[in-house]
């Protein structure tokens, strides 16, 4: 055997061991990769789908925060008059509301009224239910924050997101007479509108009741908590459940999403291909294919392996695919491009979402406070003068019973579209904070410059002559504004109170009318 044949046959063996030890580390990696992206994306998907949720848990808390602060309501407590449990209180009220139960009780957690929209077959478990955790209402209200809270409870096989309260006048002011409690159920028909919006087909598993009826540690408003997600890795899909745990910490269903293993299965395809290349490219060329395979494959597919690392690495999909050419490695670069860029987009969509008001188009309490922290840290550093201006409309929740809730959406956003032709700075950032509440933050000006803009808005307000002719004098809606200046000893916790209690001073002084923190 010649010398020329046995260097071919040793550097064949050497290669195709090589070749063969490659394509098995190629597969597992691909694999490991493949994983690491559909757990990213299924964690993103579920993690939106959770902030839908929580979001439908938004609207029953700020339709609550209306009626917790009524003071028709307020005096039902003490004198539970028929015509105003007719009117009021009655089922064709809680549909216009879009709420499915009102649950009242008085200070001990006894049930007081109830009202419930009967369902598609005429059961109302919510009554039915209305004892079982009531008595453990005004506890949970003691442990959360601001005496208000919102979760999950379970009457009979179904799930219902709630909100509760205590119960003060339209003023906000008193001493609470009771808790008032609502909820909407989660059941087909949410389950189909939030698929529609997120994209995510899912179901809810229901879980069987622990043994006995011991409650366990309030958990406030966690209705979904991290540690419960579980994942199982199956050949053709992921499978992830998220527990869904009451008001009262027991884990009443499981959220249940399914994704197909999309990226394994493009894994397998694109390594079997990979593997017949290599065999008969090392088989026909030898040595030649080792150096054409290091410059033209290997070294291309390691620097898109990098780059889509860096662009996993950084979490906010930034960076870009930049392997070139006119192969199925080109190809491969441009689809990931795209796939880059869909995902980058999503990401973008989500955080524009999650911080900006739905109704108006304006920034939400979320972005609100981020842009505050930063206020304030700029503040720290470079003594930037900075305020906050807190304003809320006056009898809005009059403003709604006399003319109806959509008139009072439409009134929100003609009182944002106000603040925004009021506020030309580009510093200036308006924001509603919830309900009929906005604010503003200014940058770069004196006590004196934020109160004249203060005014400038409530005089734009007025100017607008919206009719509300439960607004004396006028007749047209206004707004009360509180101004706080921040000073070195501000934090946002101070500033806001701050400012709130100017609110309030202007309230007290008569309405439509700017005070200013002291």
């Given amino acids: 055997m010649g010398l020329r044949r046995r260097i071919s046959i040793y550097l064949i063996s050497i290669l195709s061991l090589l070749a063969v030890l490659t394509l098995v580390v190629l ?16 964690q993103g998907d579920l993690r939106r789908l959770l902030a839908t949720f929580q979001a439908r848990t938004l609207e029953v808390n700020g339709t609550l925060k209306s009626w917790a602060n009524w003071t028709e309501l307020y005096d039902y407590f003490v004198e539970r008059t028929p015509s105003f449990r007719r009117d009021e209180l009655s089922v064709k009220a809680l549909a216009v509301a879009d709420m499915d139960f009102l649950t009242l009780l008085d200070m001990q957690g006894r049930v007081v009224d109830i009202t419930e929209v009967p369902g598609a077959n005429g059961d109302t478990p919510a009554t039915r239910a209305a004892a079982t955790y009531a008595d453990g209402y005004p506890g949970f209200l003691r442990s959360v924050p601001h005496g208000r809270g919102c979760g999950a409870v379970k009457a009979n096989l179904h799930i219902a997101l709630v909100c509760l309260s205590p119960v003060l006048d339209s003023e906000g002011k008193g001493s609470p007479r009771g808790y008032i409690v609502m909820g909407r159920w989660v059941n087909d028909d949410m389950i189909r509108q939030v698929s529609e919006v ?62 197909p293993r999309k990226h394994a299965q493009f894994a397998d395809k694109s390594y079997d291909t990979t593997q017949t290349v290599v065999i008969a490219l090392i088989v026909t060329v030898g040595l030649l294919l080792v150096l054409l395979l290091d410059l033209v494959v290997v ?24 392997v070139g ?27 524009n979402l999650s911080q900006t008001d739905t109704l108006t188009g304006l920034p939400n309490r979320r972005a609100f406070n981020e842009r505050l922290d930063h206020v304030l840290a700029q503040h720290v550093r470079q003594q930037m003068p900075a305020a906050l201006i807190l304003m809320d409309v006056d009898y809005f929740k009059k403003y709604n019973d006399t003319y109806g809730h959509p008139a009072g959406d439409e009134a929100l956003q003609k009182i944002a579209q106000c603040l925004r032709t009021s506020l ?25 410059q934020a109160r004249a803009t203060a005014d400038q808005i409530r005089t734009a307000l007025q ?20 101004v706080a200046v921040v000073t070195d000893q501000d934090n946002a916790t101070t500033l806001y109170r701050r400012a709130d209690e100017a609110l309030y001073r202007a309230k007290d002084l008569g309405r439509n009318r700017v005070a200013q923190a002291d």
């Fill in 27 to 42: 597969r597992w990696d691909s694999h490991q990769k493949a994983l690491q992206l559909e757990q990213v994306e299924a």
């Fill in 198 to 259: 997120t994209g995510i087909f899912f179901k809810i598993n229901d879980l069987p009741a622990p043994p006995g009826n011991k409650k366990q540690q309030l958990l406030g408003s966690h209705m979904f908590v991290q540690e419960g997600v579980q994942t199982r890795e199956l050949p053709t899909h992921l499978e992830m459940t998220y527990p869904i745990t009451s008001l009262f910490g027991e884990q009443i269903a499981q959220v249940q999403v399914t994704w």
């Fill in 299 to 322: 070294r291309r597919l390691n620097q898109l392996r990098q780059e889509l690392g860096l662009i996993v690495d950084s979490r906010r999909w930034t960076g870009d695919v930049t």
């Fill in 325 to 351: 050419g006119r192969d199925e490695i080109a190809a491969l670069a441009r689809y990931t491009r795209e796939l880059v860029a869909v995902v980058r987009q999503q990401v973008q969509d989500l955080k």
């Fill in 424 to 448: 030309r700075r580009e510093l200036d950032m308006p924001a509603r904070l919830g309900g009929e509440e906005f604010g503003v933050l200014l940058q770069g000006v004196t006590a004196e």
């Fill in 463 to 482: 100017g607008l002559a919206i009719a509300h002719r439960a607004s004396p004098p006028l007749g047209v809606m206004t707004m009360s504004l509180g």
